[in-house]
Every structure is written in structure tokens, then in C-alpha cells.
């Protein structure tokens, strides 16, 4: 029998990985953390119990892993959305949305939660894509701030709020009217920061 190419032995490894991860994050969506095992991952992969062990030693690193490729998956999408607009009030309505898509997606545990059921060092792990996250609303802030369409404030403080509204509208979603939240939530950050608007709705540079 020829041996099978290193590549080949490569991309099944990586496919099985993401039989692995995709389970993972249906459960969580449907059924959420709490009494989650990695049998119930196992058997919703289509793969054997030890398979999921020879790639995870327990849940915790599955969730770790599960994490950081949602996020970064979400963080470089982002980015690349981002970089097609130049208003930074433009740009901020843009993180709102994605942020709100990306947190009613997911579903995964917000961040007090995380932090209960992971190790310090885990949790830490997390803390990387969050850390970019918040850059990048930073920049946009302050992108606006220079170009005179939002009003000097603390930028750190800011990001803050606007992270905690978002993940405030995200738990109290409701069946249909999506949009209107949605539109809802952006037009209340837009306000919170001092953006202002002409007749049109287009972004004006303030006074």
C-alpha cells in the first residue's frame, strides 16, 4: 500500500479538527455550555470519543480553541470590511453591526462567564483577540475625534461602554425585528459618542 502523502495525512488532520470545532459550536448555540461533554461533541462530529481527545485534552481547551477561531475568523473579516470605508462614523456603524451579527451567532458564553469556567491562563488565551478588538474601535474613536466628527473624550472609557451596550442589546434579542434592533443599537452608540448627521443621515463634521 504507498504511503500517503504528508499533506494529504495534513488537510484530513484539519478537516477532522473542523468536524470538531463546527459540533462544537452547534451544541453550544442549541443546548449552551452547562452539562456539555465531549461525548456529545464526539457524537455530533461523526467522529470517535478518543478522535475529539487526540486533538483536545478536555472541554476547557475545546472551548479555548473554539474561541480563538471564531475570533479570529471575526477579527480579520473585520478588518478587511473596515478597510472599505473612510468616514469613521461610517466605519463605527459598521463595527456596531458586525459586532451584534457576531455576538447573536456565536453564542458563546459572554466574558464573566469565560472567565468563571477557565483557568486564569486560559482566560488570558482570550484576552489577545479581545485586546484587538479593542484597538480597532479605538482607532475608529479616535479617527474621529481628529477629523472633527466626534467630540474629544476618553477613548479607553468609550470603548467600554459601547462594548458593554453591545453585549447588554445582544442578551436581550428578540424573535424578529432584527433590523429595528439592530438600527436601534447603532443610532444609540452614534449618539453616545456625539456623532451628528445632516437632513440625509450622512455623518457632518461637529463644531
Given at each position: 500500500?504507498?504511503?500517503?502523502?504528508?499533506?494529504?495525512?495534513?488537510?484530513?488532520?484539519?478537516?477532522?479538527?473542523r468536524?470538531?470545532?463546527?459540533?462544537?459550536?452547534?451544541?453550544?448555540?442549541?443546548?449552551?455550555?452547562?452539562?456539555?461533554?465531549?461525548?456529545?461533541?464526539?457524537?455530533?462530529?461523526?467522529?470517535?470519543?478518543?478522535?475529539?481527545?487526540?486533538?483536545?485534552?478536555?472541554?476547557?481547551?475545546?472551548?479555548?480553541?473554539?474561541?480563538?477561531?471564531?475570533?479570529?475568523?471575526?477579527?480579520?473579516?473585520?478588518?478587511?470590511?473596515?478597510?472599505?470605508?473612510?468616514?469613521?462614523?461610517?466605519?463605527?456603524?459598521?463595527?456596531?453591526?458586525?459586532?451584534?451579527?457576531d455576538?447573536?451567532?456565536?453564542?458563546?458564553?459572554?466574558?464573566?462567564?469565560?472567565?468563571?469556567?477557565?483557568?486564569?491562563?486560559?482566560?488570558?488565551?482570550?484576552?489577545?483577540?479581545?485586546?484587538?478588538?479593542?484597538?480597532?474601535?479605538?482607532?475608529?474613536?479616535?479617527?474621529?475625534?481628529?477629523?472633527?466628527?466626534?467630540?474629544?473624550?476618553?477613548?479607553?472609557?468609550?470603548?467600554?461602554?459601547?462594548?458593554?451596550?453591545?453585549?447588554?442589546?445582544?442578551?436581550?434579542?428578540?424573535?424578529?425585528?432584527?433590523?429595528?434592533r439592530?438600527?436601534?443599537?447603532?443610532?444609540?452608540?452614534?449618539?453616545?459618542?456625539?456623532?451628528?448627521?445632516?437632513d440625509?443621515?450622512?455623518?457632518?463634521?461637529?463644531?
Open positions: 500500500m504507498p504511503r500517503i502523502a504528508a499533506p494529504t495525512n495534513a488537510a484530513q488532520r484539519e478537516q477532522t479538527q468536524k470538531i470545532l463546527d459540533a462544537f459550536g452547534e451544541l453550544l448555540f442549541s443546548h449552551g455550555l452547562p452539562g456539555l461533554t465531549m461525548t456529545d461533541v464526539a457524537r455530533s462530529a461523526g467522529v470517535g470519543r478518543t478522535a475529539v481527545y487526540n486533538y483536545f485534552a478536555d472541554l476547557e481547551q475545546l472551548l479555548v480553541a473554539f474561541a480563538l477561531d471564531e475570533t479570529g475568523r471575526f477579527v480579520s473579516e473585520l478588518k478587511a470590511r473596515l478597510d472599505g470605508l473612510e468616514n469613521p462614523v461610517d466605519r463605527l456603524s459598521l463595527y456596531v453591526r458586525a459586532q451584534l451579527e455576538l447573536t451567532r456565536r453564542h458563546l458564553p459572554p466574558g464573566p462567564a469565560m472567565r468563571s469556567v477557565l483557568s486564569s491562563e486560559s482566560f488570558a488565551k482570550l484576552a489577545v483577540h479581545v485586546g484587538e478588538l479593542n484597538r480597532l474601535l479605538e482607532d475608529i474613536l479616535r479617527d474621529g475625534m481628529d477629523q472633527r466628527f466626534l467630540p474629544e473624550a476618553d477613548v479607553e472609557g468609550l470603548v467600554q461602554l459601547i462594548h458593554g451596550s453591545l453585549t447588554a442589546s445582544a442578551s436581550r434579542r428578540t424573535s424578529g425585528a432584527e433590523e429595528e439592530v438600527a436601534a443599537a447603532v443610532r444609540f452608540i452614534q449618539a453616545g459618542v456625539g456623532a451628528a448627521f445632516d440625509d443621515g450622512r455623518p457632518v463634521t461637529i463644531r
